[in-house]
């Protein structure tokens, strides 16, 4: 029942010492335990589960010192480890405390242990010799006073306080005497006379005892030897002197000046000075006297974290025969100086930290601590820099370093952090501790591209397997967070593109393809301008991250044109080309073709009798047209619009001319290398009237041409008609027709609205230099031409060049109308930028 009670109190006693220290446990475990001997059962007072202290891993930081206990793994009890002498670990200093820290991870917490080492009596009293020889005048009167030498004893409290006795005398007697300072004086008292010649010699035994149980004694034996004639001893000024000096004083400095006097005269009136002992005695040498002047100087540092109180025993010995002596003491305060910096410790560091870390997570824990006291002792701490990592103190001299602000790994990828410490002192001392503290990356940046849309212009033609391009998108995050791997998102071309689906759409990954590691953009086909002019599509840009984090960018694929098309000759169409034209030319292939027109002898010059047509189904400059007259060659009866391709009389037509006219005419594109197609175009010269009712016969057929094989037949019916004056009215009749129609259509043409104009009228323009010579626009006008079909044609070239007019009379100029179209249309193909 006792034993539960006890254990009932030890319980509540821990609780209360708990809760009055704010989380620390305190133990007690006296000195000289036996290793494995239980301190405390530590997880268990920390309200740990069985098991809980290994699996959190609890264990003791020691700070600076050999702690001698330890954790037990699987008990988690506070066990000694190695020998526990409170006397080396503490030396005279009460009580004696090994503080420690505990730590407790899972999470990380701190908790201060504080053991206290108790004191058992395993120090017996010590006297500095054995045998100590005193030498006594016999005409000493008695209650004469002889200090002794106390012992010392190691231990501390009853364990060190020490009782003395003499062994038995009717001469002597021991007195002691206990200073202010805790400190006992010992003087051997005489207490009757001596008479040297009954008793030379006096030994004594005296005895230390301590207050431990059991006891433990010290004895030193007194050799008294009992000497004639000088019977006056020196006497100092002062019993005790009281000196206070700085532990920073200088080697040499005066300590104290005592000073004595001895009423004898001659030989035994001279004395000198000496150091009898010292407490503590081993610093005995830290001081010197001078034996004539009695002044004390230091010869050894002094450290107040070491020895706070200094107590000298001086005695001044006369010369006399036998020689008397006087004693003083000499009590020196040793005061505290800021000489110790402050000391920093790192107890515990989690590094690396991530950047996505909360503000408040502990990165390390320190502690800090100065040897000095007071003021000099009070230690501030701060950190450097003070951002974005903080300081919070925890407990007295113990702190935590936590996070003040969010991280960002690829702002600032490591920090070095400096936890700097300061005393109160004057000046103050300062130390520091850096700690470097990595920031481990997250994925929280998705890849960029260095431009939202990429312009791409691609030849037509290509090789497949050709470099178009070669994107690159940066990502700010290190190793897999940072690797991109690309690909083509969605986009494509075709008839269906406007929403990704139909008959005609063709996706983009069909044209190109994007290497995943590099971003090179290459042609998985050549490309045709006439097919695709224009592709569209997205370049996805993924990091391998964990979520992956992707960015998008805009690739624009124009398909620059190629010269790979030669013009190609129209069909003939449903009318004749304008009120100047006999018909019009054509074939339907680039090889020569054979095609004919009637002329008039005795046309004037600038009639036309036929026109060229042609298209090329390349873009630009390299459909851009011009015709050209090969054969015949030189100054023939006949020419052709360079670029109307319109067929007219260089100069009025004559009988010489021939029954017939042969032309050879080429269309050529300005393509670099140019291609062209030819065209053999037959002309028969008939009379005015004939060549009316063959006008009027093109007109009610529908076709202004025709083939060169059906020319001798409409030679033949013309023949007849002119023998046929019949014929001839007809042929008036229907020219006449023709003429009033023409007139009626012009005029409604004339005055309908041109809902189709885009533009008006223009300052002239300097458009190109080539081997034609330099061209400008005199007048501008852009319009849509449209065809029977109904579809519109928007590549349309309307200039007028500046041409040499042709040999021969200059023909009337007509009304200022808007100048003609150039018939060179290039379907569905954007207009030449010029």
């Known amino acids: 029942m006792a034993v539960c009670v006890r254990a009932v109190v030890r319980v509540l006693v821990l609780q209360a010492a708990w809760a009055l220290g704010g989380g620390q446990v305190r133990y007690s475990v006296p000195e000289e335990a036996k290793g494995g001997t239980v301190v405390g059962r530590l997880a268990q007072d920390l309200g740990l589960e069985a098991g809980e202290a290994e699996a959190r891993r609890l264990r003791l930081v020691a700070q600076g010192r050999r702690a001698s206990v330890e954790v037990s793994g699987a008990s988690g009890a506070l066990v000694v480890s190695s020998r526990l002498d409170r006397e080396e670990l503490c030396g005279k200093s009460a009580p004696c405390a090994l503080r420690l820290e505990v730590l407790l991870e899972r999470p990380l917490r701190v908790f201060h242990v504080e053991v206290e080492v108790t004191d058992i009596n395993d120090n017996a009293p010590l006297f500095p010799a054995a045998l100590v020889n005193l030498s006594l005048s016999e005409n000493s009167p008695p209650g004469s006073r002889f200090p002794l030498e106390g012992a010392s004893d190691a231990d501390i409290g009853a364990n060190a306080q020490l009782s003395y006795t003499l062994s038995p005398s009717e001469h002597f007697a021991l007195d002691v005497k206990s200073s202010d300072e805790n400190m006992k004086s010992l003087f051997l008292v005489l207490t009757k006379g001596l008479d040297r010649e009954s008793l030379a010699e006096h030994r004594l035994l005296l005895t230390a005892r301590d207050g431990g149980r059991p006891s433990l004694t010290g004895t030193v034996e007194l050799v008294v030897s009992v000497l004639d004639a000088n019977d006056n001893a020196p006497q100092f000024n002062q019993s005790v002197y009281k000196v206070r000096l700085p532990e920073n004083a200088a080697e040499g400095t005066l300590v104290a000046h005592v000073g004595a006097t001895d009423p004898d005269e001659g030989i035994n009136h001279e004395f000198s000075f000496s150091i009898v002992s010292s407490v503590p005695a081993a610093k005995r040498d830290v001081f010197s006297i001078d034996p004539q002047t009695g002044e004390i100087l230091l010869r050894g540092p002094l450290d107040f974290e070491e020895v706070r109180l200094y107590e000298l025993q001086i005695a001044a010995r006369d010369k006399g025969v036998p020689p008397l002596s006087g004693h003083c003491s000499v009590m020196l305060e040793v005061l505290d100086v800021n000489d110790n910096a402050p000391e920093v410790w790192v107890t515990s560091l989690s590094v690396p930290v991530a950047e996505d870390a909360s503000v408040g997570t502990v990165v390390a824990l320190l502690s800090v601590s100065d040897r000095d006291s007071g003021a000099n002792g009070r230690v501030r701490c701060a950190v450097w820099p003070p951002s974005p990592f903080g300081l919070v103190a925890t407990f007295a001299g113990s702190y935590s370093l936590v996070l003040r602000e969010a991280l960002d790994r690829e702002r600032v990828s490591e920090y070095e952090v400096e936890v700097r410490a300061e005393d109160g002192g004057a000046p103050p001392l300062r130390a520091s501790r850096g700690l470097r503290v990595p920031v481990s990356d997250v994925n929280d940046n998705a890849p960029a591209f260095a431009q939202a849309v990429y312009t791409v212009l691609a030849r037509e033609n290509n090789a497949a397997g050709a470099e178009l391009a070669r994107l690159w998108a940066r990502d700010p995050d290190e190793a897999g967070n940072g690797r991109v791997s690309y690909s083509v998102a969605e986009g494509g071309a075709g008839a269906g593109s406007g929403s990704g689906s139909g008959p005609g759409w063709r996706p983009a990954s069909s044209y190109v393809s994007?290497?995943?590691?590099?971003?090179?953009?290459?042609?998985?086909?050549?490309?045709?301008?006439?097919?695709?002019?224009?592709?569209?599509?997205?370049?996805?840009?993924?990091?391998?991250?964990?979520?992956?984090?992707?960015?998008?960018?805009?690739?624009?694929?124009?398909?620059?044109?190629?010269?790979?098309?030669?013009?190609?000759?129209?069909?003939?169409?449903?009318?004749?080309?304008?009120?100047?034209?006999?018909?019009?030319?054509?074939?339907?292939?680039?090889?020569?073709?054979?095609?004919?027109?009637?002329?008039?002898?005795?046309?004037?010059?600038?009639?036309?009798?036929?026109?060229?047509?042609?298209?090329?189904?390349?873009?630009?400059?390299?459909?851009?047209?011009?015709?050209?007259?090969?054969?015949?060659?030189?100054?023939?009866?006949?020419?052709?619009?360079?670029?109307?391709?319109?067929?007219?009389?260089?100069?009025?037509?004559?009988?010489?001319?021939?029954?017939?006219?042969?032309?050879?005419?080429?269309?050529?594109?300005?393509?670099?290398?140019?291609?062209?197609?030819?065209?053999?175009?037959?002309?028969?010269?008939?009379?005015?009237?004939?060549?009316?009712?063959?006008?009027?016969?093109?007109?009610?057929?529908?076709?202004?041409?025709?083939?060169?094989?059906?020319?001798?037949?409409?030679?033949?019916?013309?023949?007849?008609?002119?023998?046929?004056?019949?014929?001839?009215?007809?042929?008036?009749?229907?020219?006449?027709?023709?003429?009033?129609?023409?007139?009626?259509?012009?005029?409604?043409?004339?005055?309908?609205?041109?809902?189709?104009?885009?533009?008006?009228?223009?300052?002239?323009?300097?458009?190109?230099?080539?081997?034609?010579?330099?061209?400008?626009?005199?007048?501008?006008?852009?319009?849509?031409?449209?065809?029977?079909?109904?579809?519109?044609?928007?590549?349309?070239?309307?200039?007028?060049p500046n041409c040499p007019p042709p040999p021969g009379p200059a023909p009337k100029e007509p009304p200022q109308e808007p100048p003609a179209l150039l018939d060179t249309v290039s379907a569905t193909r954007p207009p030449l930028a010029l």
């Not at 044609?793 to 007028?800: E, G, N, R, W």
């Open 514 to 800: 994007v290497d995943a590691e590099s971003g090179r953009l290459w042609a998985l086909q050549p490309l045709d301008y006439e097919e695709l002019q224009v592709l569209q599509f997205e370049v996805r840009a993924v990091d391998a991250g964990e979520p992956p984090l992707c960015g998008n960018a805009t690739v624009q694929l124009f398909v620059v044109d190629e010269n790979d098309n030669a013009p190609a000759l129209l069909p003939p169409a449903g009318g004749g080309p304008g009120p100047w034209a006999a018909g019009e030319a054509s074939s339907a292939s680039s090889s020569a073709g054979s095609l004919w027109a009637w002329a008039a002898w005795g046309a004037p010059a600038g009639q036309v009798v036929a026109k060229i047509r042609a298209v090329d189904a390349d873009s630009g400059y390299n459909a851009w047209l011009r015709y050209e007259l090969w054969e015949p060659r030189g100054k023939g009866p006949f020419r052709v619009g360079l670029y109307s391709g319109e067929v007219s009389t260089a100069r009025a037509l004559e009988e010489a001319d021939g029954p017939r006219q042969r032309l050879l005419i080429v269309v050529r594109d300005h393509g670099e290398p140019s291609r062209s197609a030819t065209a053999t175009l037959s002309v028969s010269l008939v009379e005015g009237a004939e060549a009316a009712l063959a006008a009027a016969g093109a007109v009610s057929a529908g076709a202004g041409l025709r083939p060169a094989a059906g020319a001798e037949g409409g030679a033949a019916a013309a023949a007849a008609a002119s023998a046929t004056n019949v014929w001839l009215v007809v042929a008036i009749c229907a020219v006449s027709s023709l003429f009033l129609l023409a007139v009626v259509l012009y005029g409604a043409s004339r005055w309908a609205p041109r809902a189709a104009v885009l533009a008006g009228p223009g300052p002239a323009t300097l458009v190109c230099a080539s081997e034609v010579g330099s061209w400008s626009y005199s007048q501008r006008q852009s319009r849509s031409l449209c065809v029977a079909d109904g579809a519109g044609k928007s590549d349309l070239m309307v200039f007028s």
